[in-house]
């Protein structure tokens, strides 16, 4: 019976650490034995408390079956073999549905928040996301992409890729000056402009197929990105974004 209740145990501590909010972001990332120690505590934490309820009911009832109140050490409704394994089943039923019931009281944004407190590479891309900032991402092989992340994290796994739709694209120089090549805010500008007078032979194509996915193991340097910030460092640019081209 051992193992039964150890396996329900640590389910229970795995189901209400996957679900919670609280916790899943920081335990889904885990793996091997740190995975199963942390659901071993929270399974041992609920199981104790309800263990400790368990007692507590199986003496509320005995003394109404018989009338009286008396020790639980000297007589018992049941073994205590049989309220340990009530009490790991509970475990198990708790951890399922408790988090359903915590997550209602709980702001799922401010979780997410404090998943990644530690991580200053993933706070930047979700608060470029969240507030829709233009930032430029450098490559290992010296290409820049200026554009908006498209998506937020997920932190229940690690980032292996940033979505990106694309502003501008171009490389730094030897110098580690940026060169801008490509303008991808002329096209956005001309489908929108064709939308509107429903006069467009590139009607196939919306921005969305303009979206690149860059490998995070190939990311030198990310940052946020002005436009007048760019044309002020760079007075002989003439780079300006194109009536139309808006933010998705």
Known sequence: ????????????????????TRTRFEILREDGHKLYFKSAYYGICVFLTTYAIVLLMEGVIGSIRDGRL??????????ANELILVAAVLTLFIGRHLPTFLNRL?????DLRRAIQDDDFEKFLHSAAVRQRLVSITMANRKIYIGWILETMDPTNE???????????????????TELTTRYDEI???MNAEEATADSNIGHVTPDDFRVVLPVSRVESANYFDLDVYRRFNPETDLFLSPGAVNP
Do not use: C
């Open 70 to 79: 008396y020790s639980l050490s000297i007589e018992r409704v049941i073994s």
């Open 159 to 177: 980032r292996k890729h940033i979505t990106l739709l694309p502003l501008f694209s171009g490389h730094r120089d030897e110098n580690g000056k």
């Open 1 to 20: 019976m051992e193992a039964i209740v150890l396996f329900l145990v640590v389910l229970g501590g795995f189901q209400l650490s996957t679900r919670w």
């Open 188 to 190: 956005y500008a001309k």
């Open 106 to 110: 709980q702001d799922p944004e401010q």
